[in-house]
């Protein structure tokens, strides 16, 4: 199983990014997806996730209203919609694979395959 991510950069306080994760070697149908992001020198946090039947599961407040997950099962692809970003949004992001079927874990020790992170910077 490989999760290849994509989508990041740089964008001004009140902006928007979409990022994506192409999953290989498992279908999306079976897995349960989360995004985590890493801001600097802090600890890995849930910003989001989708179970494998479609569930989503929101992270912290300050990520509602403002953070979507969506997936392309043709594409094998989740996405993470970011609205509204602010320069607190900074972090390197990644997306997590968990192939059991159970509910959407909501720490980083849940997930099994991770992509490699990409680089999110909200200037402002």
């Known amino acids: 199983v490989q999760l290849q991510a994509s989508g990041g950069g740089l964008v001004q306080t009140g902006g928007s990014l979409r990022l994506g994760c192409e999953i290989s070697g498992r279908s999306l149908r079976r897995s349960n997806m989360g995004w985590f992001r890493q801001p600097p020198g802090k600890e890995r946090e849930f910003v989001g996730g989708?179970?494998?039947?479609?569930?989503?599961?929101a992270g912290a407040d300050s990520m509602k209203g403002r953070f979507t997950i969506s997936r392309d099962h043709g594409k094998n692809t989740v996405y993470l919609q970011m609205n509204y970003l602010r320069p607190d949004d900074t972090a390197v992001y990644y997306c997590a694979l968990d192939p059991r079927f159970r509910p959407t874990e909501v720490v980083a020790s849940g997930y099994d395959y991770w992509g490699q992170g990409t680089q999110v910077t909200v200037s402002s």
């Open positions: 989708i179970s494998s039947s479609g569930l989503p599961t």
